[in-house]
């Protein structure tokens, strides 16, 4: 069984190698025109303001978290709407609706207790 496993590892030390190559390549053989401007952050084309170090807000991490899940609900609910009319053929589309509806009225209780505790409103 781990001899099945050789040609894969050998094409990986060769994909791994290629590509260390080739980056040390371009590092070594490309043009050298460091100055100030290129060295500088870019922001829409307007100069930096403050510091690159600067800290987000613990609310924003909030906000990412909640837009995760709200996404992950997307793309479980999108495969069920599509398969929905295969349900009702089967003749099992009222418990496939009652499951789905439980599933939203869930992450719609969570986004009740996250309007309720403040997480979407920014000071």
Same mark, same amino acid.
């Given at each position: %069984?781990?001899?099945? +496993?050789?040609?894969?590892?050998?094409?990986? =030390?060769? =994909?791994?190698?290629?590509?260390? $190559?080739?980056?040390?390549?371009?590092?070594?053989? *490309?043009?050298? &025109?460091?100055?100030?401007?290129?060295?500088?952050? !870019?922001?829409?084309?307007? @100069?930096?303001? *403050? $510091?690159?170090? /600067? &800290?987000?807000?613990?609310? #924003? !991490?909030?906000?990412? %978290?909640?837009?995760?899940? #709200?996404?992950? /609900?997307?793309? +479980?609910?999108?495969?069920?709407?599509?398969? +929905? &009319?295969? #349900?009702?053929?089967? *003749?099992?589309?009222?418990? =496939?609706?009652?499951?789905?509806?439980? #599933?939203?009225?869930?992450?719609?209780? *969570?986004?009740? !207790?996250?309007?309720?505790?403040?997480?979407?409103?920014? @000071?």
């Amino acid at each position: %069984m781990p001899a099945d +496993f050789v040609p894969l590892l050998i094409m990986m =030390a060769l =994909a791994s190698g290629m590509a260390l $190559t080739l980056l040390k390549g371009a590092d070594l053989l *490309g043009p050298r &025109r460091r100055n100030l401007i290129k060295q500088s952050s !870019y922001e829409s084309g307007m @100069d930096p303001v *403050g $510091t690159a170090h /600067e &800290r987000y807000s613990v609310k #924003f !991490y909030l906000v990412a %978290m909640i837009f995760i899940v #709200f996404d992950v /609900e997307v793309v +479980f609910l999108y495969p069920w709407a599509v398969s +929905f &009319r295969e #349900f009702m053929d089967a *003749g099992v589309a009222l418990g =496939a609706l009652a499951v789905v509806c439980l #599933f939203i009225l869930i992450l719609g209780v *969570g986004l009740l !207790y996250d309007v309720k505790k403040g997480g979407l409103e920014f @000071d």
